[in-house]
């Protein structure tokens, strides 16, 4: 029997996010044009919600071309037993190609499905909440939806398909999400940036480009959400749809890839962790974005912008999003405190700081009281 593994460690080599790229409206109705450039034999992951959304579209493009949609439904987490699982029952067997169709979770299980099956992946969003449908990696828990850790895969996605009539129809507080997880580079680069030798192991070029374009894209999402998320109502894209779109999924992608997949996340993705790790039941409705903007509050004010944290968090409630510990219904006294203190204390994050800086820690605790309430 053939012998299914994922990956132990990142690639060496820099993989910059995926081949090929789109971004049309109603491109989904004519994706067998990318589909048949990577197989014939192609099989559709998607959960019910995303089914309803676009498996019927999709399988509509390739009939028309002759070609058979299998399909895999997953209404679970990205957990490799899962995969594992499907894998060892021959569920991928005369694959040569995957669609991976919906949000984050299934976009990440897609991923891990290829891997196993040895063939590329198609991904096609049907939110902006994340930039995981240009992203060559995987975030994954166990069955219940506790953290386990992220497989680096070792070739980038072949084709990020963005749908643009589809993105349009997403729920606000899901393109919020997406736009405050791009948001979180600059602010969590602005960390790395104060640490000797904070470039990436490409060196200091590397680590100023993904500078750069985090600030880009910073700027462009901060005059634009308010924005966008009105034009949702409209149901139809619109320029501005589109650059938060574009900013949300392939600039915050370009920058993980610029970065090695390292150096642009800190304390707002280790708080995201933290959460889904110590409380999976009560966190496994909340998006990833959801979840790293509360932990943004808390960076922002390590960071010494405590007045910027919070304002950050009374928008974060304008647009009907989490920015506390109460607001995402978990607790917020001493204890969980130190266990979330501890948390990230152990990370590469803060072990990076603590050297260089004997306040990392007494300022952590101090930061997380904007959040703690």
Same mark, same amino acid.
């Given at each position: 029997?053939?012998?299914?593994?994922?990956?132990?460690?990142?690639?060496?080599?820099?993989? %910059?996010?995926?081949?090929?790229?789109?971004?049309?409206?109603h491109l989904l109705e004519r994706c067998s044009e990318e589909v048949l450039k990577f197989g014939c034999h192609p099989l559709l992951v998607c959960d019910d919600n995303s089914a309803a959304i676009a498996a019927s579209t999709i399988d509509a493009s390739l009939k028309a071309e002759g070609v058979e949609l299998r399909e895999l439904r997953h209404n679970g987490f990205c957990c490799r037993d899962d995969a594992l699982a499907y894998a060892e029952s021959g569920a991928l067997e005369g694959i040569d190609? *995957?669609?991976?169709?919906?949000?984050?979770?299934?976009?990440?299980?897609?991923?891990?499905?290829?891997?196993?099956?040895?063939?590329?992946? *198609?991904?096609?969003?049907?939110?902006?909440?994340?930039?995981?449908?240009?992203?060559?990696?995987?975030?994954?828990?166990?069955? /219940?939806?506790?953290?386990?850790?992220?497989?680096? &895969?070792?070739?980038?996605?072949?084709?990020?398909?963005?749908?643009?009539?589809?993105?349009?129809?997403?729920?606000?507080?899901?393109?919020?999400?997406?736009?405050?997880?791009?948001?979180?580079?600059?602010? /969590?680069?602005?960390?790395?940036?104060?640490?000797?030798?904070?470039?990436?192991?490409?060196? /200091?070029?590397?680590?100023?480009?993904?500078?750069?374009?985090?600030? &880009?894209?910073?700027?462009?999402?901060?005059?634009? #959400?308010?924005?966008?998320?009105?034009?949702?109502?409209?149901?139809?894209?619109?320029?501005?749809?589109?650059?938060?779109?574009?900013?949300? #999924?392939?600039?915050?992608?370009?920058?993980?890839? #610029?970065?090695?997949?390292?150096?642009?996340?800190?304390?707002?993705?280790?708080?995201?962790?933290?959460?889904?790790?110590?409380?999976?039941?009560?966190?496994?409705?909340?998006?990833?974005?959801?979840?790293?903007?509360?932990?943004?509050?808390?960076?922002?004010?390590?960071?010494?912008?405590?007045?910027?944290? /919070?304002? %950050?968090?009374?928008?974060?409630?304008?647009?009907?999003?989490?920015?506390?510990?109460?607001?995402?219904?978990?607790?917020?006294?001493?204890?969980?405190?130190?266990?979330?203190?501890?948390?990230?204390?152990?990370?590469?994050?803060?072990?990076?700081?603590?050297?260089?800086?004997?306040?990392?820690?007494?300022?952590?605790?101090?930061?997380?009281?904007? #959040?703690?309430?």
């Open positions: 029997m053939k012998q299914f593994s994922f990956p132990t460690a990142p690639d060496p080599a820099f993989l %910059f996010g995926c081949g090929r790229f789109r971004m049309e409206e190609v *995957v669609l991976g169709c919906g949000g984050g979770v299934i976009l990440d299980f897609s991923k891990c499905l290829a891997h196993l099956a040895g063939a590329p992946v *198609v991904t096609m969003p049907t939110s902006s909440a994340t930039c995981c449908a240009y992203t060559p990696i995987a975030v994954c828990y166990t069955r /219940e939806g506790r953290y386990v850790s992220t497989s680096h &895969f070792r070739h980038e996605v072949a084709s990020a398909l963005l749908d643009t009539t589809i993105l349009s129809r997403q729920p606000p507080r899901l393109l919020a999400a997406g736009a405050l997880d791009a948001l979180a580079k600059k602010i /969590e680069i602005e960390f790395w940036s104060k640490l000797p030798a904070a470039g990436n192991a490409s060196g /200091e070029a590397a680590s100023r480009i993904a500078e750069v374009v985090s600030d &880009f894209i910073y700027n462009d999402l901060d005059r634009k #959400i308010d924005a966008a998320i009105a034009d949702l109502a409209r149901g139809e894209p619109t320029p501005t749809l589109r650059d938060v779109f574009f900013d949300a #999924i392939v600039g915050a992608g370009v920058v993980s890839g #610029i970065s090695g997949g390292s150096r642009q996340t800190a304390i707002a993705h280790r708080f995201y962790f933290f959460a889904k790790q110590s409380h999976p039941e009560k966190m496994a409705s909340r998006t990833h974005g959801e979840l790293v903007a509360v932990g943004l509050v808390m960076q922002l004010a390590y960071n010494g912008h405590m007045a910027e944290a /919070e304002a %950050f968090a009374a928008r974060l409630r304008g647009w009907g999003l989490p920015a506390s510990m109460s607001d995402l219904g978990l607790p917020f006294d001493d204890a969980e405190a130190d266990a979330c203190t501890a948390f990230i204390e152990k990370t590469k994050t803060m072990k990076a700081a603590i050297p260089v800086d004997a306040s990392a820690i007494p300022r952590l605790r101090e930061s997380m009281k904007v #959040i703690f309430k």
